[in-house]
Nanobody, 115 residues
Framework: QVQLVESGGGSVQAGGSLRLSCEGA?????FDWFRQVPGKERELVAV???????RYFNSVEGRFTVSRDKDRDTVYLQMNSLKPEDTAMYYC????????????RGQGTQVTVSS
């Protein structure tokens, strides 16, 4: 069941930027961005902890930035210097009840980067 609302995907040329939004993430204990290409394993992109610590994975560090607007219960993924290999469906997921598992998920948004 989709409980987070994602937006911001689209098509860009290599080197371009996109910002994804994920609404509905009120005070997450943990918040993840991940991506998936059909036929491949899901990849973790970034994790934001309630401590404020943010970790980046799979070669996105330095290009992607996670931020949060607490007033809007929204988490963003700013993606710069996009590469064709960043093409994927991007999903957000959060643990909003501190259960150690995802309690809320987004519906996904497609990002396509052309060379």
């Amino acid at each position: 069941q989709v409980q987070l609302v994602e937006s911001g995907g689209g098509s860009v040329q290599a080197g371009g930027s996109l910002r994804l939004s994920c609404e509905g993430a009120r005070d997450p204990c943990r918040f993840d961005w991940f991506r998936q290409v059909p036929g491949k394993e899901r990849e973790l992109v970034a994790v934001m902890y309630d401590s404020g610590d943010i970790r980046y994975f799979n070669s996105v560090e330095g290009r992607f930035t996670v931020s949060r607007d607490k007033d809007r219960d929204t988490v963003y993924l700013q993606m710069n210097s996009l590469k064709p290999e960043d093409t994927a469906m991007y999903y957000c997921a959060a643990d909003l009840q501190c259960l150690g598992t995802y309690t809320h998920r987004g519906q996904g948004t497609q990002v396509t980067v052309s060379s």
